[in-house]
């Protein structure tokens, strides 16, 4: 393959997420260059070092301030509420099923953002499982009722008020003392992130409901696209369906390893820590169905429309009533 | 790319360009000239970022508080109280200016408004008891800087805000070497005093005195309490701490019938100017962040520093060495701002403590507060004097600068100190 | 017209107050809410961070006017007064600059909201064009205020008043400072 000369810039993710400098470094600035014998360069920043807070990055390819971007959909969910569909609290408990349900939804996506922010999606991936974190025992999802609740976003906020707990909102930044303190009991967020941030010497039990699974996606602003080189365009496109998929059994095992070093297993990235995991009641999973249906699934409805739950029905929807 | 900026930096703060201008500027010329990307178009975006970050909030809230809590006269109730207690050491009413600004510190947020305060009450008390003018108003403004290093802290809100630390943390961490600065401060009088006796009055206050002056710190302490107490048990985070501390306040002042239209409006001036000048500061030191990196500089910076292969303690000494340099001439906010996003990661990749750093950043701004030629707190001291010249300011400071010199080195060997509450 | 102007950017900075205050007020009944009634309205961190951005874009001009905008005064403190003033038009002109780039990206960034109908990701899911086009009016108001100012001082200039100028724009003197500072 002939690649003309092409210098990609790229804002990528953050910093503190393993994934930035472990597959996202690597995939712009090694492995593009040297399938094209360094005709394709890029430079890549983290949202840290721009000291970008995430929502703005789609605003920004949208202005072509930034080419090539990634932003997890939940920042953009009060522009229009179809970013939440991927990920509604309580959808996808495994990985298999989050991924079936991204790739189901991912047409409806790729349509919206290029209606919206004039950009072309080029792939969806999760971060990795959220679960509870809580600072007390917590045996079951009725245990949460009446516990203050750190949540990141609407869907997971609709599931907890659902079950019954108060959910409070509060900078990712002041959760771990506010854990320590008692200002809230519980929090939410992946496995991997709760215990890179420490969350795990400040709360004693684990309950591994999974709410979510963080989906982001990279994208690239629609004119930067078009100057492409055919050539540079098909390369891309080929390599970041490789790279989604890497992307994706990076996010099973980091998954597993953050629940294992919170809960004392093994533990290689993280920092071993001696929660407790609670085990996964089969009633739990059923009152998980019914809390989905009667107040995660309604509520998403009455945000979206009637087009978009329509849509959402017969993509996600069909998908997941056939497991 | 670093020569353009240091020459362009330098050339705009020596035409005396307002210091926010002076980085929206410099940001643009430099996207302009280094790069076709059209970074200067992520200002709305990046602005409405930094204006709408709910931290940021307790800046205004704890100058208001402190507004208020000088309008009520419980300030200097504060000050006659403390100097009953320790004006009979060597160094007399010296020490009641530490004290004062170390107890104002608990309830303050910045550095300005301490030795402000502090230096409107002592100030008129140095000639009348013949002090060594010099170290006397050294210990002003000094002991001023206290107010950011004590929690509550707008300087810490905003490191926290860049690092993503969390702001309780640093407050608990912050509390010993804070004391611990205080003391030395107190050590740095006593010895100076001990060794040039300019035979100043020292004031005798009996017992019943001072048992009577008691009840004065009462005000302060409710405010610290509500402030402080309402973080760590749980009830608040730091923002909404700060809310309460001005709630407590007016509940105080209301109590002693200061409270009314007058004293509220002109207490809002005052902080909405203050807020104004900081915000339109930060605004444009996050625009300039955001272009830095845009163009590369930031990594092109943090490459050179790998590429010089110091070791961990190297590191933090050079970068020590450029927040003295960097504190002589620039003003601490925008200091901070521009500078945290790139320090921080390279520190903390050499192994260091975050909430550590933190604490050792703060003495670094309190340090440039104090050093000529650009410091803030000299500035506020010399302006509250009737007569004389900057430079006795400056030589009266002095000492404390190798006071805090020392209290860094202290913080070097001794990390542990951070971590006595946490 | 200049006492107009210094009347609106004072009430400007009075209702801002008022609202800070306002919102301190909101947050310590949450604050109380939460801790008594395990209830959280949801949301108060988010309308008191529109209150802040809307009242301190309001207030620069009061800034401004009070000569508050940090200026670094290592040489201008030692030039003669009319170089002082010529420094001053320029300060002005530098700061006008930044601030109708600024304005306009602000009204750039509120249209945006309004065109992709932008709400917050949030509970109270706010139609960000609305605090956004309050928060970009104020700006606006700083910029006219500037605009004003700098035609004044350029038209002393001509006329040789570097005092006045220095009143209306100069880098205070250190009197003038403390003032601010401790005035009640
Ligand atoms: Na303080
Ligand atoms: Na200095």
């Not at chain 1, 045996?139 to 609709?158: H, I, P, Q, W, Y």
């Not at chain 2, 405010?223 to 048990?233: D, E, F, N, P, Q």
């Not at chain 3, 209830?39 to 309001?58: K, L, P, Q, R």
Request: hydrophobic share 50%; glycine share 8%; proline share 4%.
């Amino acid at each position: 393959q002939d690649y003309p000369k092409t210098e990609l810039s790229v804002q990528g993710g953050w910093a503190t997420a393993g994934i930035y400098q472990e597959i996202e470094v690597p995939f712009w600035t090694e492995r593009l260059p040297s399938l094209t014998g360094g005709n394709v360069t890029a430079s890549i920043t983290s949202l840290n070092e721009k000291g970008l807070k995430g929502p703005e990055v789609f605003r920004l390819m949208r202005m072509g301030v930034i080419d090539f971007g990634t932003s997890a959909l939940g920042y953009v969910a009060g522009d229009d509420p179809q970013n939440e569909g991927p990920d509604l609290a309580g959808i996808a408990l495994d990985i298999e099923t989050a991924r079936k349900v991204s790739d189901a939804y991912k047409p409806a996506l790729a349509k919206l953002y290029m209606e919206k922010y004039g950009i072309k999606l080029l792939m969806l991936y999760p971060t990795e499982a959220q679960v509870f974190w809580c600072n007390g025992p917590i045996e079951s999802l009725s245990d949460l009722r009446g516990k203050k609740v750190r949540t990141g976003n609407r869907t997971v906020a609709d599931f907890v008020e659902g079950a019954g707990g108060v959910t409070v909102t509060m900078p990712f930044g002041e959760v771990v003392t506010s854990l320590q303190l008692g200002v809230i009991d519980c929090a939410v967020t992946g496995t991997f992130s709760g215990n890179s941030a420490g969350w795990h010497e400040v709360t004693t039990h684990l309950y591994p409901l999974t709410v979510g699974w963080s989906p982001f996606m990279y994208a690239v602003n629609a004119k930067a696209w078009e100057k492409l080189a055919p050539s540079v365009q098909a390369l891309l496109t080929e390599e970041m369906g490789k790279l989604e998929d890497e992307v994706w059994s990076a996010g099973a095992a980091r998954t597993a390893e953050g629940l294992s070093c919170a809960t004392g297993g093994e533990c290689i990235f993280g920092k071993k820590g001696a929660m407790t995991l609670v085990p996964l009641a089969e009633a739990d999973v059923e009152l998980r169905s019914k809390l989905v249906n009667d107040v995660v699934l309604a509520r998403f409805a009455q945000r979206c429309g009637d087009a978009c739950m329509a849509e959402w029905n017969e993509t996600v929807g069909a998908l997941i009533s056939a497991d | 790319m670093i020569a353009f900026t240091f020459v362009a930096l330098m050339v705009l703060i020596f035409l005396a360009i307002p210091v926010a201008a002076v980085m929206g500027i410099l940001a643009l010329s430099l996207n302009f000239v280094f790069t076709d990307m059209p970074l200067w178009r992520a200002l709305g975006e990046v602005s409405w970022g930094a204006f709408t970050e709910f931290t940021l909030l307790a800046i205004p809230l704890y100058i208001l508080l402190g507004e208020l809590f000088l309008r009520t006269g419980i300030a200097e109730q504060m000050y006659t109280a403390l100097s009953k207690w320790v004006s009979w050491l060597p160094g007399g009413l010296m020490h009641a200016n530490i004290a004062s600004c170390t107890l104002f510190s608990a309830t303050s947020g910045s550095s300005v408004a301490t030795s402000a305060t502090i230096g409107t009450l002592a100030i008129p008390q140095q000639k009348k008891y013949g002090y060594n003018e010099r170290l006397f108003l050294g210990s002003i403004a000094a002991g001023g800087t206290l107010g950011i290093l004590l929690p509550p802290s707008i300087n810490m809100i905003i490191y926290g805000v860049l690092t993503n630390s969390s702001i309780p943390q640093l407050y608990l961490a912050a509390i010993v070497p804070g004391l611990l600065m205080a003391a030395i401060f107190a050590l740095t009088i006593l010895i100076q005093s001990s060794l040039f006796n300019e035979g100043e009055v020292k004031i005798h206050a009996t017992w019943s005195e001072r048992i009577a002056s008691l009840k004065h710190l009462v005000p302060p302490l409710i405010i610290c309490v509500v402030i402080i107490g309402s973080i760590y048990s749980g009830i608040a985070t730091p923002t909404e701490s700060a809310a309460l501390g001005v709630l407590a306040v007016l509940a105080l002042a209301a109590l002693r019938g200061m409270l009314n239209v007058q004293v509220l409006l002109s207490a809002f001036e005052n902080t909405m100017r203050t807020t104004g000048m900081i915000m339109l500061i930060i605004v444009f030191a996050y625009f300039l962040n955001f272009v830095l990196s845009g163009v590369g500089l930031s990594s092109s910076i943090k490459s050179f520093m790998n590429n010089l292969g110091l070791s961990p303690i190297w590191t933090l000494i050079a970068v020590i060495i450029f927040y003295v340099i960097l504190g002589c001439f620039m003003e601490t906010l925008s200091m901070m701002i521009a500078t945290i996003p790139i320090v921080a990661p390279i520190i903390f990749a050499a192994g260091y403590d975050p909430i550590w750093f933190g604490v050792v950043v703060m003495i670094l701004v309190e340090l440039a507060m104090i050093t000529p030629p650009i410091g803030i707190n000299l500035y506020v001291v010399q302006s509250i004097r009737p007569r004389g010249g900057i430079s006795d300011v400056i030589v009266g400071a002095l000492p404390f600068v190798v006071a805090m010199f020392a209290m860094v080195a202290l913080l070097i060997l001794f990390p542990g100190m951070t971590r006595v509450f946490l | 017209m200049l006492s107009i102007i210094h009347a609106l950017s004072r009430y400007s900075v009075w209702i801002s107050g008022g609202f800070l205050l306002l919102s301190a007020v909101l947050v310590g009944v949450e604050v109380l809410m939460r801790n008594i009634f395990q209830y959280s309205f949801g949301g108060v961190d988010e309308i008191s961070s529109y209150i802040f951005a809307i009242g301190v874009s309001w207030s620069l001009a009061f800034t401004l006017l009070s000569r508050a905008h940090i200026r670094i005064d290592l040489f201008y403190g030692r030039m003669t007064p009319t170089w002082r003033a010529a420094l001053d038009i320029l300060s002005l002109a530098c700061l006008l600059c930044v601030t109708a780039l600024l304005f306009q990206q602000a009204l750039d960034s509120t249209t945006t909201s309004f065109e992709i109908g932008a709400r917050s990701n949030t509970p109270l899911g706010v139609t960000l064009w609305i605090p956004q086009s309050l928060w970009a009016a104020g700006l606006g108001f700083f910029g006219l205020v500037q605009i004003y100012l700098l035609g004044s001082i350029t038209r002393l200039f001509i006329k040789n008043n570097m005092k006045q100028i220095a009143e209306i724009s100069g880098v205070k003197s250190l009197d003038e400072e403390i003032e601010d500072e401790i005035s009640a």
